[in-house]
């Protein structure tokens, strides 16, 4: 049955690679305005989504299947350059619900 957090061994330890994915998408936050998106950022918060696509759906994890969904944004700064230019209430908050959803998500779905 799906669940917001999805169903998990709670013994089983925390996932690093959560940890690490969430620090690095809230490091970007501090980004200068008015400059480019990276497209390495892009292609990892993209290659990631995958990975937590397949976490989310053998836990059965909604809080998974939704940042899957805020991680296909990063989709648009490959053919705009525009998106995430300049740090806005956009940029702040789809960087904040990225990184908030992936380190919850180390605690519960993600853990290996």
């Known amino acids: 049955m799906w669940s917001l957090l999805g169903q998990y061994d709670r013994t089983a330890k925390n996932s690093y690679f959560g940890y690490v994915l969430a620090v690095l998408v809230a490091m970007e936050t501090f980004n200068k305005s008015g400059q480019n998106y990276k497209v390495w950022m ?59 959803s992936v380190a919850v998500g180390a605690f519960t779905y993600l853990k290996n």
């Open 42 to 100: 892009c292609a990892l918060v993209l290659a990631s989504a995958i990975f937590i696509a397949k976490k989310a759906i053998s836990a059965k994890s909604l809080l998974g299947i939704a940042t899957v969904f805020i991680s296909l944004f990063w989709i648009l700064p490959i053919f705009n350059s525009e998106f995430f230019y300049n740090i806005d209430a956009t940029f702040m908050l789809l960087h904040s619900a990225l990184s908030l």
